[in-house]
C-alpha cells in the first residue's frame, strides 16, 4: 500500500507545476488573478508609486533567478537521488560532512545578489522620502488627518478669511503634474494614508509629524484606503483622491472658497413632491455601494457633480436645512454661510460636490445618502454619528443613540430619529451643496 | 571550616519516618494524577502537543470562518466586529497557542533524548511552565464566553486603539485586559521554559556529547531559548506600561498625557520580530534532522548550519524595524534596517544550500516525513523570497500591510513552521507509541495540505498588489479582488480537509496503526537508542556515551565496542546506587492556579481576587520549597527489567 502512491505523486507534482505555471501566465494577463484593479500597484500614475515598482521589480527578477537555480537543483536531487526505500545490501552514500569552498562560494554569491537589490532600494529610499530639492519650490502642500473613521483634508494654502484653510472630507482633490506634500496627522488612533496609484503608504500617528509627497502625472481619479487597524470599521476607511490640470484645480479651489450655495425657498404653499422617485428599502448591512457605470469614467462622474441637479425641488431644500438645523447635525458638521457649525464630522459646506460619502464608500446618490442618514449603523458599525462622540464608555457629544452619562451607557433609547421624509429633505438639502 | 562541619556532622536518619501530607510526594504514574503532577519530560511534552494542536484547530476555524466571510465582495456573514475578534484571536492563538507550544512539545519530548539525558535539569520548574501556558491560554481565549466577546486589538495590539477610550466597546469591558494579561502569563512560562533548556542543555549532556556533536534540533532549541529569554522582556515591558495606563491611569501611550504610541511599535516588534524566528528556527531544526535521516547522509556543512542559526538570531534582534516601514522614521533608519533584513537573507540562504546539499548525492526514501520536509524547503523558499521583497523598503511601502504580507507570513509559518512541525510528527511518531502512520494516508494528507495551501495563499499575493489591505472585514465587488478570494477560500476549504485527514490518521494510528519497532527510518541520533517505544520513565537503561556526531549511527556501526561500553557503564551506575529519577510534584500546578486565579481578577480590575491568587501562588512556592528535593532510584537488571520506583527507595541527598 505504501509505495503504491508515489506513481501518482509525481503525476501530480506535474499536474501542479502545469497549475501553477498557468494561475501565474493567467494573473499577469489579468483573466484570473487581476493585478489592474482601481488599487492596483502595477498601474502607476505618478514617480512615487513608479519608483517604488522599480524596486520592487528588482527584487522580482533577483530572487525569481535565485529561485528558478535553487529550486531546479532541489527538483533535479530530489528525484535524482531518489531511492524506493531503505535496502540493506545497497551500499551506503559517501557519508560526506560538506564543502567549505562550495558554501562559502554560495554565501559570496548570495551577498552579490542582494547587493543588486540594495543599490536601487536606497536610491528610492531617498528619492520617494520627500519631495525632490528640484521641484520643492513647484511642490503644493495639504493637511490629511485620520479619524475613525474618514479623512479630513486640509489646505494650508488656500486661506478664506475669517474660516482658516479650506477643508475638505474623504476626497482629496490635487493638482495633477505637480508634486503634493501631504502632512499626516491623526486625531485619535493610528491610520495610514494609502492610495496604491499614487504611491505607497506612510502612517498617521498621534504625537508624531509624519509627511509624505505624492504626484499625479495626470488628471485622474484614484481609489485610497486606510491601510492601518484603526477599530471597527477600518475595512470601510476609505478615500478618493482627484487630480485635476492647473486650469482646473484653481476653478476647483475658488468654488469651494465660496461659501455653501443656497437655493431660495418657493412661496409657502407650493406643493413637495412625492417620495416614489427613488429606493427607500432598507439595504443589508454592507450593501455595494458602487456602480458599474460610476467605474466606467468616475472623472466624468466627478465633473458631473460639480453642478447643481436639474429637479431640484426647493421646497424639499429649505425644510432640508431646518432639518439639518433641528435634527442637531449643525454641532458635528460644518456648513459654511449656512446654520452648521461642527468640526467634529466632515466639514459638508460643498459635499454635494462629492463623488462619494461616508469614507469614499458610497458613491453620492440620493439612495446611498438616504440609507446613510437613516441607518447609519449599517454602513459603518460603531461610527460617531450613531454613536456620538467621544468614546464607547465615554460619550460626550449624544449621536443617534441615547447615552446615559449617569450609568455611563446607551440606553437602548433614540436621541435622533429621521424618518423616511425628514431624510428625504436633508439628501436634498445636502445634495444642493454644490 | 567546611571539612570540620562534615566530620561533625552525622547522618540524623537515613530514611525520613513520614512527611505530612502536604508535603507528601504523588507517586502515581497513570490516570488524571499521574498527568496533574508529572515532571517527566515526556508527559510533559505531549502534553504540550495536546493542548497545542487543539489550538491549532481553533485558530483553524478561526481561519476558516475569517475565509467564509471574505468569500464574496459585501459579504454579511459575519460583523466587522466579529471579523476583529476573530484576525486578533487567529494569530494570537496561531503564534503563542499553536505554533509555540508546538516546537516547546518537541523541545520537551525530544532534547533530552537527544543529549542522553533522563529529564530536564528542572523538572518540576518543567511542569510549572505547561501549567502556566495553560493558564495564558485559557485568559486569552476566556472572552469568547463573555458580553464583550474576544480581545479585537490586533494580535500586534497598536498603541492608542488598546486604550480603554478606543477599546472598551463599554463600561467594564476587559477584552483588552485579559489580552495583556494572558500574553504576559505565557511570556512567564516560554521564559521559565527557555532557561530550563538552555541549562538543560548546556549542563545535561551525556559524556561525549561535545556542543559541535550536538544534534541540530538540539542546537536550535538552545538559540530559540536563548531568542525567547532576550525578547520576551522587552513585549512585557511594554505590556506592564499598558497594563499601566489602562489600570492605574499612568501615560506611555496616552496621547493626551504625552505619551508616544510609536513607542509601543518599537517595544513590540523588537521581541515580534525575533519572535518569528523564535517559530521557524525549531522547525528548521526538526527539517535538518529528517534530511540526513532519509537522505542517508549527514547534514551537509553541520557547523555552519549551526552558525547561522546563531547568526539569524543575532542578527534577528538588529531588524525589527522593518516591521515599521511606513511609520515615517526617515531615511537613514529605513535604510539600515532595510540592508540589516537583506543580511539576515543570507544565512537564511545558507540553510536552504546547505539541505540541498545534504540531498545531493544521498539516498533519498520519500517517505512521509520526507515529504513534508522536502514541502517545507519549496515552501520556506517561497516565503524567504517575497521576504526579501519586502526588505527594499521602498517596494514595501506597497506591500506592508497589504495581502501581500499575509501571504508572505503565511508561506513562512504554514509552508516553513507548520510543515515541519507536521513533518517531526510523522518522524517522532513511531519513537513515541510505538505505531507507525499509513504512508497512503500520510502521503495523501500532504498533498491536500500542500495544493490546499498554495490555492490559499498564492493569490494573495496578487490581492496584494492589487491594493487590497489586509484586517479588512469586507471589500467591494469592484476592486478585481473577487477570483483570488474566493480561490483562497476554497483553498483554505481543502487545507481545512487536508489538516483533518492527517489528524484523522494520527488519531487511528494512536489506537489502531500498526506497530513498529522505534528505528524505523534506521536514524542516526540519540533518541533513536531508547530501549523501549514508547520510551521508559527513565529515557535509556545505561547512558549513552557519544562518539560521533551521528551518535546512533556510529553505535550502529560500532555494535561490539559499544555494547561493552554500555556494560560498563551499567555496572558504574548500579554502584553509585542506580538511576536517580525526580519525584511527581502537586506544587507546580498549585503555583500556576494561584497565578492564573490572580491573573484572571487582575484583568478584571478586582484586586482582592488578584490578591487572593498571589497568596495562592505563595503558597504553591513555599510548598514546593519546603516539600524538599524527593527523588528515587531504578534499578535495571542486564535483562532489561526495571525494578525500583518512587517510595520503595528514597533518595539519600
Given at each position: 500500500m505504501r509505495l503504491r502512491f508515489v506513481p501518482s505523486a509525481r503525476r501530480i507534482t506535474a499536474s501542479l507545476s502545469l497549475l501553477a505555471i498557468a494561475v501565474l501566465t493567467g494573473g499577469w494577463s489579468n483573466s484570473v488573478l487581476p493585478v489592474s484593479g482601481p488599487q492596483s500597484t502595477f498601474d502607476t500614475q505618478g514617480p512615487v508609486a513608479r519608483a517604488q515598482l522599480d524596486v520592487f521589480y528588482v527584487t522580482v527578477w533577483v530572487t525569481l533567478a535565485i529561485f528558478v537555480i535553487v529550486a531546479g537543483v532541489l527538483a533535479y536531487a530530489t528525484f535524482k537521488f531518489r531511492v524506493k526505500d531503505i535496502d540493506p545490501n545497497r551500499p551506503m552514500p559517501p557519508q560526506g560532512h560538506g564543502n567549505p569552498l562550495v558554501e562559502l562560494g554560495l554565501i559570496a554569491a548570495s551577498i552579490g545578489a542582494l547587493v543588486i537589490i540594495a543599490v536601487p532600494t536606497l536610491r528610492a529610499i531617498w528619492y520617494t522620502y520627500d519631495v525632490p530639492e528640484e521641484h520643492r519650490a513647484n511642490a503644493y502642500e495639504v493637511n490629511a488627518i485620520g479619524l475613525q473613521w474618514w479623512f479630513k483634508f486640509e489646505y494650508p494654502l488656500e486661506q478664506i478669511e475669517g474660516a482658516g484653510p479650506l477643508v475638505t472630507g474623504n476626497e482629496l482633490v490635487i493638482p495633477a503634474g505637480r508634486p503634493v506634500r501631504i502632512n499626516l496627522r491623526t486625531t485619535d488612533v493610528i491610520h495610514s494614508f494609502w492610495v496604491p496609484k499614487l504611491g505607497g503608504k506612510v502612517d498617521m500617528i498621534p504625537n508624531r509629524g509624519n509627511h509624505m509627497w505624492l504626484q499625479a502625472d495626470n488628471p485622474g481619479y484614484f481609489w485610497g484606503q486606510c491601510a492601518e487597524f484603526c477599530g471597527e470599521s477600518h475595512a470601510v476607511m476609505r478615500f478618493r483622491v482627484i487630480a485635476l490640470g492647473a486650469e482646473d484645480f484653481a476653478a476647483w479651489v475658488e468654488a469651494q472658497k465660496q461659501p455653501a450655495r443656497s437655493v431660495e425657498a418657493p412661496a409657502p404653499g407650493t406643493p413637495v413632491a412625492t417620495f416614489a422617485s427613488y429606493d427607500m428599502t432598507r439595504k443589508k448591512r454592507n450593501a455595494p455601494g458602487y456602480s458599474a457605470e460610476f467605474d466606467r469614467d468616475p472623472m466624468a462622474a466627478w465633473t458631473a457633480f460639480q453642478f447643481p441637479d436639474k429637479d431640484e425641488d426647493a421646497a424639499l431644500i429649505a425644510r432640508g436645512r431646518e432639518l439639518f438645523r433641528e435634527k442637531a447635525c449643525v454641532t458635528c458638521h460644518a456648513v459654511r454661510g449656512h446654520e452648521g457649525m461642527g468640526v467634529t464630522g466632515p466639514d459638508l459646506t460643498h459635499f454635494g460636490s462629492r463623488t462619494t460619502l461616508a469614507a469614499g464608500l458610497l458613491e453620492n446618490t440620493k439612495e446611498h445618502l438616504h440609507r446613510w442618514i437613516v441607518h447609519p449603523n449599517d454602513v459603518k458599525p460603531g461610527n460617531k454619528m450613531w454613536m456620538g462622540i467621544g468614546t464607547h464608555t465615554n460619550v460626550t457629544m449624544t449621536g443617534y443613540l441615547a447615552w446615559d452619562g449617569e450609568t455611563k451607557s446607551y440606553t437602548g433609547k433614540r436621541h435622533i430619529e429621521v424618518n423616511d421624509e425628514e431624510a428625504r429633505a436633508l439628501v436634498e438639502y445636502l445634495h444642493s451643496l454644490k | 571550616m567546611a571539612t570540620a562541619t562534615t566530620a561533625a556532622y552525622t547522618a540524623p536518619e537515613a530514611k525520613p519516618a513520614s512527611r505530612p501530607w502536604f508535603f507528601a510526594r504523588p507517586a502515581a504514574k497513570t490516570g488524571l494524577v499521574g498527568w496533574l503532577t508529572t515532571v517527566d519530560h515526556k508527559k510533559i511534552g505531549l502534553l504540550y502537543a495536546i493542548t497545542s494542536l487543539f489550538f491549532f484547530l481553533v485558530g483553524g476555524i478561526e481561519a476558516l470562518l475569517i475565509r467564509v466571510q471574505l468569500?464574496?465582495?459585501?459579504?454579511?456573514?459575519?460583523?466587522h466586529q466579529l471579523y476583529n475578534e476573530l484576525f486578533t484571536m487567529h494569530a494570537t492563538t496561531m503564534i503563542f497557542l499553536a505554533v509555540m507550544p508546538l516546537s516547546a512539545a518537541f523541545f520537551n519530548y525530544m532534547m533530552p533524548l537527544q543529549i542522553g539525558a533522563r529529564d530536564v535539569a528542572f523538572p518540576r520548574l518543567n511542569g510549572f511552565a505547561f501549567w502556566v501556558f495553560m493558564a495564558g491560554a485559557i485568559l486569552l481565549n476566556v472572552g469568547w464566553f463573555t458580553k464583550a466577546g474576544a480581545p479585537d486589538v490586533g494580535w500586534f495590539g497598536y498603541a492608542p486603539l488598546t486604550s480603554n477610550a478606543y477599546s472598551n466597546q463599554f463600561v467594564g469591558d476587559v477584552s483588552t485586559d485579559l489580552w495583556i494579561i494572558g500574553l504576559q502569563v505565557l511570556g512567564v512560562s516560554s521564559v521559565i521554559g527557555s532557561l530550563n533548556f538552555i541549562v538543560t542543555i548546556i549542563n545535561m549532556r551525556a559524556p561525549g556529547l561535545t556542543m559541535m556533536r550536538l544534534p541540530v534540533f538540539t542546537w536550535m532549541t538552545l538559540f530559540t531559548a536563548f531568542l525567547i529569554i532576550l525578547s520576551f522582556p522587552a513585549i512585557t515591558i511594554a505590556l506592564v506600561e499598558l497594563m499601566m495606563d489602562r489600570s492605574f491611569g499612568t501615560g506611555f501611550f496616552e496621547v493626551a498625557m504625552g505619551g508616544m504610541p510609536i513607542l509601543w511599535q518599537h517595544l513590540f516588534w523588537i521581541f515580534g520580530h525575533p519572535e518569528v524566528y523564535i517559530l521557524i528556527l525549531p522547525a528548521m531544526g526538526i527539517v535538518s534532522e529528517i534530511l540526513p535521516t532519509f537522505a542517508r547522509?549527514?547534514?551537509?556543512?553541520y557547523p555552519i548550519v549551526v552558525f547561522s542559526g546563531a547568526v539569524i538570531g543575532f542578527l534577528g534582534f538588529g531588524v525589527w524595524s522593518h516591521h515599521m516601514?511606513?511609520?515615517?522614521?526617515?531615511?537613514i533608519a529605513t535604510a539600515a534596517f532595510s540592508l540589516a533584513t537583506m543580511a539576515i537573507a543570507v544565512p537564511t540562504g545558507v540553510k536552504i544550500f546547505n539541505w540541498v546539499g545534504t540531498l545531493w548525492g544521498g539516498q533519498i526514501i520519500t517517505r512521509t516525513p520526507m515529504m513534508f520536509a522536502l514541502g517545507f524547503i519549496w515552501m520556506f523558499m517561497m516565503g524567504g523570497f517575497s521576504g526579501v521583497m519586502h526588505s527594499a523598503a521602498p517596494a514595501d511601502a506597497q506591500q506592508q500591510d497589504s495581502y501581500f504580507v499575509v501571504a508572505h507570513f503565511h508561506y513562512v509559518l504554514i509552508g516553513g513552521s507548520i510543515f515541519a512541525l507536521l513533518a517531526g510528527i510523522h518522524y517522532w511518531f513511531p519513537l513515541v507509541f510505538g505505531r507507525i502512520v499509513s504512508e497512503f494516508w500520510g502521503k495523501l494528507s500532504f498533498w491536500v495540505i500542500f495544493v490546499g495551501f498554495n490555492a490559499t495563499f498564492f493569490p494573495m499575493h496578487f490581492l496584494g498588489l492589487n491594493g487590497m489591505p489586509r484586517r479588512t472585514a469586507v471589500y467591494d465587488g469592484?476592486?478585481?479582488w473577487n477570483n483570488a478570494n474566493l480561490l483562497a477560500t476554497i483553498g483554505a476549504f481543502i487545507l481545512a480537509v487536508g489538516i483533518g485527514i492527517y489528524f484523522a490518521v494520527i488519531v487511528y494510528t494512536y489506537f489502531k496503526g500498526k506497530k513498529t519497532s522505534h528505528d524505523i527510518w534506521d536514524a542516526r541520533t540519540l533518541e533513536w537508542t531508547v530501549p523501549t517505544t514508547p520510551p521508559p520513565e527513565h529515557n535509556f537503561h545505561v547512558t549513552p556515551t557519544v562518539h560521533a556526531r551521528d551518535a546512533f549511527w556510529y553505535e550502529k556501526t560500532h555494535a561490539k565496542e559499544i555494547a561493552a561500553e554500555k556494560a560498563r557503564v551499567a555496572a558504574e551506575t548500579e554502584a553509585h546506587g542506580g538511576i536517580h529519577m525526580p519525584s511527581q510534584s502537586w506544587y507546580p500546578l498549585v503555583t500556576a492556579m494561584g497565578l492564573f486565579i490572580g491573573a484572571l481578577f487582575f484583568a478584571h480590575h478586582n484586586y482582592t481576587g488578584a490578591i487572593v491568587g498571589a497568596g495562592i501562588l505563595l503558597v504553591g512556592v513555599l510548598g514546593w520549597a519546603f516539600e524538599g528535593p524527593g527523588g528515587y532510584h531504578l534499578h535495571v537488571k542486564p535483562d532489561g527489567t526495571v525494578t525500583g520506583g518512587e517510595g520503595q527507595d528514597e533518595a539519600k541527598h
Open positions: - | 468569500a464574496v465582495p459585501n459579504n454579511t456573514f459575519i460583523s547522509k549527514p547534514l551537509f556543512g516601514f511606513t511609520t515615517g522614521m526617515g531615511t469592484n476592486m478585481g
